[in-house]
């Protein structure tokens, strides 16, 4: 059974940094799109970021494009979240997810493999 394990979240200043990472266990993921998602309080889980499991494709949400960069270390069944000039409106918890289904990146329906979460907070 995979399991996916988010870390790196925290408190952090507007205009600072954060790098989140997601770990595979139980499977590897070298043939799976892998994603991030992010949810805030009262709000539906959306769309961040996505990556093709060669990482010949990304896609971003509007909102982070320029400011995130999502990697992937095959090797290692790890995924990443750059996080750089983070706004107030980027606090949630995010989560990464393994695209098993067809469908669109954006969907969290094509996701079928989630993490328990990792909570960003920025603060103004």
């Known amino acids: 059974q995979v399991q996916l394990i988010e870390s790196g979240g925290g408190l952090v200043q507007a205009g600072g940094s954060l790098r989140l990472s997601c770990v595979a266990s139980?499977?590897?993921?070298?043939?799976?799109?892998i994603g991030w998602f992010r949810q805030a309080p009262g709000k539906e889980r959306i769309f961040v970021a996505a990556i093709t499991r060669n990482g010949g494709a990304l896609h971003y949400a509007d909102s982070v494009k320029g400011r995130f960069t999502i990697s992937r270390d095959n090797f290692k069944s790890t995924e990443y979240l750059q996080m750089n000039n983070v706004k107030p409106g980027d606090t949630a918890v995010y989560y990464c997810?393994?695209?098993?289904?067809?469908?669109?990146?954006?969907?969290?329906?094509?996701?079928?493999?989630w993490g328990q979460g990792t909570q960003v907070t920025v603060s103004s």
């Open positions: 139980g499977r590897t993921f070298f043939n799976d799109p």
């Open positions: 997810a393994i695209a098993s289904r067809p469908g669109p990146f954006s969907d969290p329906g094509t996701y079928d493999v």
